[in-house]
């Protein structure tokens, strides 16, 4: 099997998947838009920054697993990769220690106006006076956007400069959780925002969370206060923070963008927004204790996937199967019983969703389960009973 590695990855980790006796080729100057000519022969494709769409994926006949070498998996077009049985990957809590790092850092940079200090002092000037001027974070309200692996690695670093942390992350904490880990629990993205007087945000992107930072959140926070993005662009409304900045004199610690340049060195267009703000090019996974641990989960990942037919971090299986039914048969070990099953299955247009068939200690007998999409017949269940190499047959709604 051929693995397309479409962006850096550690040479280490190129020699650890070709001892799992695979062909491993290396083109890290593949884009979005030629990664598609090279995929005719590609059995697993590991990207970090590639974008993978549609039509990369149609043009890979021999494609069955895509790894995303990071954790957010925005850039892979899922539904083209579902419909055709193509597994989706990633790399989660790998980089959560280079993320929070610079979650922290951009956070103290934005209060003490480092860069533009910096920036000055590289021009001649001592402006003592002016960038004299910072609140300070000791004792400060950190509002965490997402409470996830980064949001728990940001929280524990702010701690140590002594922070109060509240968050709003419906989904990964409870009220009664919160309370218990000392942290203040909001009921709405505007509550936090109204609270905080520093605001990180670590949440995935998609439909809905796009644009969770915008007008609202913003006319919610306070003046002077500090936000910082080092998870996804299109969670913050570009547009409206711009004016935010100018009129609530916020002070703002960016690391991803809107529409920002794919990788790999380019012009950035939006050089307004970046004088307005402390700012990195998409660097948050970017150490090399994090290259190193993500490249380690891809080779673990690949070797799972060619040990069981399962990768772990699966992305994209179905969250719960629409079958009816379950159907579970204990069988003697013989060549062609479960052949016998699916055959009547057919004849009776029932479609098997899931299947797993599981032997037993000694080889001499299995058990097989199946999800249906309906229920089978008694006649077809009584016919099934008949046969000498099946032992027993239940079948159960999933309703």
Not at 194 to 220: P, Q, R
Not at 363 to 387: T, V
């Amino acid at each position: 099997m051929k693995v397309l590695i479409a962006d850096k990855l550690s040479s280490e980790a190129v020699t650890s998947l070709e001892k799992l006796n695979l062909e491993v080729e290396v083109r890290s100057e593949l884009k979005a838009d030629t990664l598609s000519g090279a995929m005719a022969d590609v059995g697993i494709l590991v990207v970090r920054s590639t974008k993978v769409t549609a039509a990369a994926i149609q043009a890979a006949p021999q494609l069955s697993l895509i790894i995303r070498a990071g954790a957010g998996y925005d850039t892979i077009d899922l539904a083209a990769a579902s419909s055709r049985g193509i597994y989706v990957a990633n790399c989660p809590g790998k980089n959560t220690a280079a993320v929070a790092e610079l979650a922290i850092g951009l956070m103290v940079a934005a209060d003490r106006r480092i860069v533009n200090a910096s920036t000055s002092m590289r021009e001649g000037k001592w402006m003592k006076k002016e960038y004299g001027n910072s609140r300070g974070l000791a004792g400060r309200t950190l509002g965490v956007l997402g409470f996830g692996a980064i949001g728990r690695a940001v929280a524990e670093r702010a701690r140590g400069l002594e922070m109060k942390i509240i968050t709003w992350s419906p989904l990964d904490l409870t009220p009664e959780q919160a309370e218990a880990q000392g942290i203040g629990y909001c009921n709405t993205p505007e509550e936090l925002a109204a609270e905080a007087d520093a605001v990180t945000i670590h949440m995935a992107s998609n439909a809905e969370t796009k644009h969770i930072v915008g007008k609202k959140f913003l006319d919610a926070m306070k003046p002077g206060a500090i936000l910082v993005n080092t998870s996804r662009g299109p969670l913050v409304d570009t547009e409206a923070l711009r004016t935010a900045i100018v009129e609530k004199k916020l002070r703002v610690g960016l690391d991803v963008y809107e529409g920002e340049p794919a990788a790999g060195d380019k012009e950035f267009p939006d050089t307004e927004l970046a004088s307005m703000v402390t700012c990195t090019p998409h660097i948050g996974a970017s150490t090399d204790q994090a290259a190193d641990a993500v490249a380690a989960e891809v080779v673990r990942i690949v070797d799972l996937f060619l040990k069981t037919g399962h990768p772990a971090g699966t992305v994209n299986l179905c969250a719960r199967s629409s079958a009816a039914y379950r159907l579970v048969m204990r069988h003697l070990n013989r060549v062609g019983v479960l052949a016998f099953v699916l055959d009547g299955l057919r004849e009776e247009g029932i479609n098997v969703e899931e299947i797993e068939n599981t032997i037993f200690d000694g080889a001499e007998a299995g058990c097989c389960s199946m999800l249906l999409d309906q229920q089978p017949s008694e006649k077809l269940i009584e016919f099934f009973r008949g046969n000498q190499s099946i032992l027993h047959v239940m079948l159960n709604s999933c309703a």
